[in-house]
């Protein structure tokens, strides 16, 4: 009751508008929404390493200038009525990814799980809640729609503290930290069955790659990661 009263105040105090861009009475202004209609592919490992593993990361926007502000409004601010038209692009995504795979593969995806990927606890309690459950929600009715059988499950742990992050630590500094702490709850329920790391921001992709790790591991079989979005890799010409 507390909760949605102070929810009902801030709506009335500040009146909704759109976090992209400022636009009245707007969630999401169409304009802003379009920032999302993107669908971007890359190797969540290096594409110089000849031989080593490959994994493909799909997000539908770049993280900069209004999505970046859009998903901070969302992630840190605790607006969660974006929580809809972030859950609608990436039921898009999803349809777009399951458009290029082979008619053939798509007739074995029954059973998918969608895992989304952990944090650690002092962000739960920071945020109030688990910002990315929303959007692997949405990706299970998604599949329902498309007659995919698909479920949901936070099967993915951070166990013990990790060193503090500095601002701007590269990828190999995020590796070191997460190495060892991320482990797979209930391993036997994703055994044989396709799994789907889901994310919101990929940034460095070592928490992805910590989580593929640990699933391999665990026996688990990961076809693909999604991403509400992903940071400009710095790499690809301009």
Sequence with gaps: MTSEFLSDMRFLLFPRCCPGCGRADRILCP?????????LSRNLYDHSLSGGPSLQVHSCSLYQGLVRQTILAWKDHG???????????????????????????RTRLNGLCFLPTPSRKESFYKRGRWQVHPLC???????????IRADWEPALTIRGSLRKAVEKSDRRDRSSRLRGHVVVSHPERLRGRPLVLVDDIMTTGSTLRTCHQALEEAGGELLACLTLSTVPDEREPR
């Design 137 to 147: 929600e949405s990706l299970v009715s998604a599949c329902g729609r498309v007659g």
């Design 79 to 105: 607006d969660v009525e974006l929580d809809g038209p972030f859950g609608r692009f990436m039921r898009i995504l999803l349809y777009r990814y399951l458009a290029g795979l082979d008619p053939v593969f």
């Design 31 to 39: 304009a802003c929404s379009a920032a999302f209609s993107l669908f």
